[in-house]
């Protein structure tokens, strides 16, 4: 159960005796630096898009000055504030945490450099398509071990699995990959085995047209039976990818820079073209040439994977503020390798209606140009770039690497002030010659603290689930036994990465903090709380900026309990901070 804080609520800058627990209790000397941030926040509604800017043959260009980028939004200029250079970025070296302490601030835990993700999406990739991927993720690995690039290996089954959190050590990626091995996709339906028989006279060639017609109407019912079935797998896929997506932008929210994530998958269950996108079918072309002769309303209203993003528009697009508030870029990696597309077709008549009746399902639900287009238009959303109908999987991530010495990110406050949760298109323009310039296509403006119908327990309860750090809030913590059955952890917040609102006696701010006791097998056995809900005076304030906010839990340690599970959430706007560790480390 939580409880309230009180006014008294003990501060980094005014440590009590009665709350030290040991000579290592995080002090005031210890407290987080100011390292600014360069997401999307409620309190500063920065703007900042990522920027990969190459010349006609692909390769970067890298001298490029503040003045010769150009943003617009919703066709109005903006101005840029914020201008980093590629190579600036993520330069913070990995620091080696103090023994005792937990902590998910992004020097203990990202190590300095571009950040990459490799997802391996068993959710939306058959078996045999998945033990390919993890065959070229190796042979990657292996040919670019010098890139000295840090790097995470993520799995998603029903749910993310951090394989190796970020490493730029090659031997440490490669035991990380051998040791996952792919499986069958989770909780897939054990559709009837198809009819295999040919129509024709019937037994003993009597009774022919009854026959034909019995046999048609069991058809007609098998297949919509396993239509409802391949429907619901087709939902049960979308929810994972959905929540997948957001555990992403909760674990690298926090973390400077842009972040490349490398879907491999076989298929995704939906797009994030915005219907009411603010751009041109000319516009449209433009920056999905692939599509070719489809229009944007022939997209909008034909794939499966359109329908799926109008069935859970209000989850999708909250995904994608997330994705785009982190500053990640998706390179789908289409894991089929080189595809013809005509895989389900038949030569004649006879054979297509001898075709099996679940591959006529999938075939109707994603086809692979369908599911290929999904994957361009993630891509062009979020700033990446799809690589699909390739043999080399591990070429598609070597491109996404690449990136990052051609990206620059812009910064600016938008000149439409009214956060209405609308879609607000990006175009970027630049004066420098004949370039190529890749970009998120834009946002949804919308504002965290006036979100509503948030399910904030349910997300804290999902990130906790998760075996990687969430960095949206950051904080160290310490987590030691004070007696038989009894603990005290303490947190200290970084107050920067809060929201802080205007009230009549200062700034407020609204935390509840999270400490959950698991056993060694991953059972739950105890969890306590508290909630800070309080202004602050400037002075104070300040103080707590500069030091942190210090906040113990005493709590009964439930016997066999070797694991603790933190967490701290921004009541005002839903970001959340996690960290596990062992028990008085």
Not at 278 to 287: G, I, T
Not at 330 to 342: A, E, H, K, N, W
Not at 365 to 376: A, L
Not at 450 to 458: A, F, I, P, S
Request: hydrophobic share 35%.
């Amino acid at each position: 159960m939580l409880r309230c804080v009180s006014l008294r609520i003990v501060l980094a800058f005014v440590i009590s005796s009665n709350l030290v627990v040991g000579p290592t209790l995080l002090s005031a000397q210890q407290a987080p630096t100011d390292v600014p941030s360069l997401t999307i926040r409620a309190n500063t509604r920065l703007v900042t898009v990522d920027v990969v800017v190459t010349d006609k043959k692909g390769q970067p260009i890298t001298s490029l000055k503040s003045e010769d980028f150009m943003i617009e939004e919703n066709g109005k200029k903006q101005r840029v504030t914020v201008f980093v250079p590629p190579g600036v970025a993520n330069q913070q070296p990995t620091e080696s945490l103090p023994p005792g302490l937990l902590s998910n601030r992004p020097e203990y835990i990202s190590g300095g450099g571009p950040l990459t993700v490799l997802v391996l999406d068993v959710a939306n990739s058959p078996f045999k398509d998945q033990a390919y991927a993890r065959s070229q993720m190796l042979k990657y690995v292996v040919e670019h071990a010098q890139t000295g690039q840090p790097m995470a290996i993520l799995a998603l089954t029903t749910q993310l699995q951090v394989l190796q959190q970020f490493t730029s050590d090659p031997n440490v990626l490669l035991s990380a990959i051998k040791k996952y091995k792919p499986s069958e996709q989770p909780n897939q339906p054990n559709l009837p085995r198809p009819i295999t028989g040919g129509s024709g006279g019937g037994v003993g060639g009597q009774g022919g047209g009854a026959l034909d017609a019995s046999i048609a109407q069991a058809t007609s019912r098998l297949d919509d039976f396993q239509n409802i079935q391949v429907g619901a797998e087709l939902e049960r896929r979308t929810l994972i990818t959905i929540e997948a997506m957001r555990s992403l932008a909760r674990m690298l929210g926090g973390l400077q820079g842009r972040k490349n994530v490398v879907w491999l998958a076989a298929d995704l269950p939906f797009d994030l073209i915005p219907e009411n996108r603010n751009v041109s079918e000319a516009e449209l072309a433009a920056d999905l040439p692939s599509i070719q002769q489809k229009s944007g309303g022939v997209i909008a209203s034909g794939a499966q994977a359109s329908e799926q993003r109008m069935l859970h528009g209000p989850e999708i697009k909250a995904a994608e503020a997330g994705l785009a508030a982190a500053s990640i870029a998706v390179y789908p990696v289409d894991i089929r390798g080189l595809v013809s597309g005509t895989e389900f077709e038949r030569d004649d008549a006879a054979n297509r209606q001898m075709m099996s009746i679940s591959a006529k399902s999938i075939t109707r639900v994603s086809s692979v140009t369908d599911s290929q287009e999904t994957m361009r238009e993630i891509a062009s959303e979020t700033g990446g770039k799809a690589y699909v109908n390739q043999n080399e999987i591990k070429d598609g991530v070597a491109m996404a690497v690449a990136d990052e010495k051609a990206s620059y990110t812009l910064g600016y406050y938008p000149e439409n002030k009214k956060w209405d949760g609308k879609y607000r298109s990006i175009k970027i323009k630049v004066s420098h010659g004949d370039t190529q310039v890749r970009h998120r296509k834009g946002y949804f403006a919308i504002d965290p603290t006036e979100e509503k119908d948030r399910k904030d327990d349910q997300d804290v309860a999902a990130a906790l689930q998760i075996n990687g750090p969430a960095t949206q809030v950051m904080f160290k913590a310490q987590a030691q036994p004070t007696g038989p059955g009894k603990m005290r952890v303490v947190f200290l917040v970084d107050a920067h990465s809060l929201s802080a609102e205007d009230s009549k006696g200062g700034k407020r701010l609204n935390v509840t903090l999270y400490a959950t006791v698991y056993d060694s097998a991953g059972k739950r056995l105890g969890q306590s709380g508290t909630k800070v809900d309080r202004p602050f005076d400037d002075k104070t304030y300040q103080q707590v900026l500069d030091k942190g906010m210090l906040v113990p839990i005493d709590m009964d340690l439930p016997a066999g309990g070797t694991e603790v599970r933190l967490a701290v959430l921004d009541n005002k706007t839903g970001f959340i901070g996690t960290v596990t560790g062992p028990v008085g480390q």
